[in-house]
Nanobody, 117 residues
Framework: QVQLLESGGGLVQPGGSLTLSCTTS????????MSWYRQSPGKQRDLVAT???????NYPDPVKGRFTISRDNAKETAYLHMNSLKDEDTAVYYC???????????WGKGTLVTVSS
């Protein structure tokens, strides 16, 4: 019943921009912190960005200043706006929802972003 669906992945040139979307269903969206993670072959899954239920955001250094996470509670959707993309941004990007109230965590299946000329 719970479903997180990522969309918006694809091929983009270095220096380009791309926006990912994560639509959710089956959860109380407003009580969940939303995050994006990414994973490349042979590497661990790393946090990309988090937006809390109160819309505060956090970014690790590799994407800080280039990526922006946002949420639309009415649409129950989270977004990742990616600018100035680099080759090393190539990865499968996963949407994550976490509720501190229930302790439940959910994952999407991922969407592939390829940065290449």
């Amino acid at each position: 019943q719970v479903q997180l669906l990522e969309s918006g992945g694809g091929l983009v040139q270095p220096g380009g921009s791309l926006t990912l979307s994560c639509t959710t269903s089956g959860i109380i969206f407003g009580e969940h912190a939303m995050s994006w993670y990414r994973q490349s072959p042979g590497k661990q899954r790393d946090l990309v960005a988090t937006v809390t239920s109160r819309s505060t955001t956090n970014y690790p250094d590799p994407v800080k200043g280039r990526f922006t996470i946002s949420r639309d509670n009415a649409k129950e959707t989270a977004y990742l706006h990616m600018n100035s993309l680099k080759d090393e941004d190539t990865a499968v990007y996963y949407c994550n929802a976490f509720s501190a109230l229930s302790g439940m965590e959910y994952w999407g299946k991922g969407t592939l972003v390829t940065v290449s000329s």
